[in-house]
C-alpha cells in the first residue's frame, strides 16, 4: 500500500486513544502506507531479534522492549505528522498530543533549522605558546580543511563535509597550556559522531607537524550548538480555560511557571527534564542517541553561567499565550541504530520526515508541547490528577491484575478517586471474591 506524500492528511484523529490497540496500529498503518512486514513489526512480531542486538552491542543476552506509543494533532510548518514515542511513563503521549491540538488552534508550530554542522575537538598540548601555534594552525586551515574532506568522499558528494577551523587557546589550565583545534564538519543527515571522530583522527598528525605539540583527545563535542532547531507556537487564550480558570488567567499562570523557571535552577531542571521527556520518546523510537540530545540540551541551558528554562512563554497583548524553545538537536536519518532497528525504521515511515533537519525540528516542536502540558497542568489542577489516572494500568498491573481485570479495577480506582498500589490490591481482591461468590451461586 502506498501513499502519496503530497495527499493531504490530518494528526486530528478524535477518539484515537479510545480505539483498541489492533484499530490504532492498523489507522497509522494506513497513514504512513505501511506493509504487512512494518505493521507486524509495531505489534511486536517481527522486532529487534535477539541476534540482530547481539551485532548492536557487546555482552547481549536478550531484548529489552518499550512501549511505542503516537502523538497525535501536530500541525508543523503547515504539514500534519503523526509522531511515534518510546516511553514508559504515563501521560507524556496524551500532554504533548493534548497540548498539539491546542497549538492547532494558533496555527501549528512554526519551526526551523541550522545547517547540520557537528564540532570536533582536538586537544593539543606541549607547545611553548598556545598563540603562536594557533596562529600556525590558522595559517594552515586550508590544508586542514582539504584534508577533512578526504575522510567521506560520499558525504562532501552529498553536500556535507569541512565547513571552517576555530582555535580556542587556554594559556593556563591545572594541566599546562593546551589549545583547543575546532573542526566544523556538516554532516548532513547523519548524526555524525562517527564523521567527526574519523575526521579528529586524521587531522591528529597534521596537526602535531603544525603546532609542535601533541595531540591527546580527538572527539566530537555534544554541544552542537552550530546545530539547533527552534519552534515557536501561539495558544489562543481561550482554548486554555477549565471549569475553575479563565483561559487568560491560565495563560497568566503559565507565564509564571515559566518565569519561575528561568530564574532559578531548581526549577529549571524540572522544567527541561519535562521538555526531554517528549525530545528523548521521539529520539528513542526513531532510534537516535538520547544521551547525546540531553548532553548537549543541558549545557546549552547553562551557557550563561546559570542553567535556566530552554523555553519562553509570554502572554501577547491579546491575552494568548506564545512560547519559543531553541536547543541544540544533533540527530540522523541515516546510519547507527536509525538504519539497524527495524522498530526505529518504521518509526520514520510513520514520521515521514524527509532529512535530519527535519527531524529536529519535529523535535524541536515536540519538546515545546511537552513543556506547555506540564505547565498547564501543573498551573490548573496540579501534575498528580491527571498523572495518576493515566498511571493507573501500571499501578493495576503492578498490584497482580490480569488483562481482564485491569480496565475494570482501573474504573474502580478512578471513580472511588484513590489510587494506589495497596488500595488496588484491596480492590483486586475484593473483585475475585465477588466474582467467586457469582460463580458460586447455582443456576436458576
Given at each position: ?16 486513544y ?34 540482530q542486538?547481539d551485532?548492536?552491542i557487546?555482552?547481549?543476552i ?13 500541525l508543523?510548518?503547515?504539514?500534519d ?5 518510546v ?13 498539539a ?11 526551523a ?24 594552525v ?48 556538516d ?6 559522531a562517527?564523521a567527526?571522530?574519523?575526521?579528529c ?7 602535531e ?35 475553575t ?5 491560565v ?14 535552577p531548581?526549577?529549571a531542571?524540572?522544567?527541561n527534564?519535562?521538555i ?14 538520547w ?33 519559543e ?23 520514520l ?47 493495576a ?9 485491569v ?6 480506582m ?16 475484593e ?14
Amino acid at each position: 500500500m502506498s501513499i502519496d506524500p503530497k495527499q493531504r492528511r490530518s494528526s486530528r484523529l478524535p477518539g484515537f486513544y479510545k480505539r483498541s490497540l489492533a484499530e490504532r496500529a492498523a489507522m497509522v498503518a494506513q497513514w504512513a502506507g505501511l506493509d504487512r512486514h512494518d505493521q507486524a513489526v509495531l505489534l511486536g512480531l517481527g522486532g529487534l531479534t535477539v541476534t540482530q542486538a547481539d551485532h548492536m552491542i557487546e555482552n547481549v543476552i536478550g531484548v529489552h522492549a518499550l512501549p511505542l506509543g503516537i502523538a497525535t494533532n501536530f500541525l508543523i510548518n503547515g504539514e500534519d505528522y503523526l509522531i511515534p514515542m518510546v516511553v514508559e511513563e504515563p501521560s507524556i503521549v496524551a500532554g504533548v498530543s493534548y497540548a498539539a491540538k491546542l497549538a492547532r488552534g494558533g496555527g501549528g508550530f512554526v519551526t526551523a533549522a541550522d545547517d547540520p554542522v557537528m564540532i570536533g575537538q582536538i586537544q593539543v598540548l606541549d607547545v611553548d605558546n598556545v598563540y603562536a601555534a594557533a596562529g600556525r594552525v590558522w595559517d594552515a586551515r586550508a590544508q586542514l580543511m582539504d584534508e577533512a574532506n578526504c575522510c567521506d568522499r560520499v558525504l562532501v558528494d552529498l553536500g556535507g563535509g569541512a565547513r571552517g577551523i576555530e582555535l580556542r587557546p587556554f594559556p593556563d589550565t591545572p594541566a599546562g597550556p593546551m589549545l583547543i583545534v575546532h573542526v566544523l564538519f556538516d554532516v548532513r543527515d547523519a548524526m555524525g559522531a562517527n564523521a567527526i571522530n574519523t575526521t579528529c583522527e586524521r587531522l591528529a598528525p597534521l596537526i602535531e607537524a603544525i603546532t609542535g605539540g601533541r595531540v591527546n583527545l580527538r572527539i566530537l563535542s555534544n554541544l552542537a550548538d552550530r546545530r539547533k532547531a527552534r519552534a515557536t507556537c501561539v495558544i489562543p487564550a481561550e482554548t486554555l480555560g477549565t471549569d475553575t480558570m479563565d483561559g487568560q488567567d491560565v495563560a497568566r499562570a503559565i507565564v509564571e511557571a515559566a518565569v519561575f523557571a528561568e530564574v532559578d535552577p531548581y526549577r529549571a531542571a524540572t522544567h527541561n527534564k519535562g521538555i526531554m521527556n517528549g525530545m528523548d520518546a521521539v529520539a528513542l523510537a526513531t532510534g537516535n542517541d538520547w544521551r547525546a540530545l540531553e548532553a548537549g540540551a543541558h549545557a546549552w541551558a547553562s551557557r550563561s553561567g546559570q542553567y535556566t528554562a530552554l523555553t519562553r512563554w509570554e502572554q501577547d497583548t491579546r491575552g494568548d499565550l506564545r512560547g519559543e524553545i531553541e536547543l541544540p538537536v544533533a540527530v540522523g536519518t541515516v546510519g547507527g541504530a536509525t538504519r539497524v532497528h527495524p522498530v526505529a525504521q518504521v518509526a520514520l515511515k510513520v514520521l515521514g520526515v524527509e532529512s535530519a533537519s527535519e527531524l529536529a525540528q519535529v523535535m524541536a516542536a515536540v519538546g515545546l508541547a511537552q513543556n506547555v502540558a506540564a505547565m498547564r497542568a501543573l498551573a490548573t489542577e496540579g501534575i498528580q490528577r491527571g498523572h495518576m489516572a493515566l498511571h493507573a494500568k501500571q499501578i493495576a498491573l503492578a498490584a497482580g491484575a490480569a488483562d481482564q481485570e485491569v480496565a475494570p479495577l482501573v474504573e474502580r480506582m478512578i471513580g472511588d478517586s484513590t489510587i494506589g498500589a495497596e488500595y488496588a490490591q484491596t480492590l483486586l481482591h475484593e473483585m475475585r471474591r465477588d466474582l467467586r461468590a457469582s460463580d458460586d451461586q447455582p443456576d436458576d
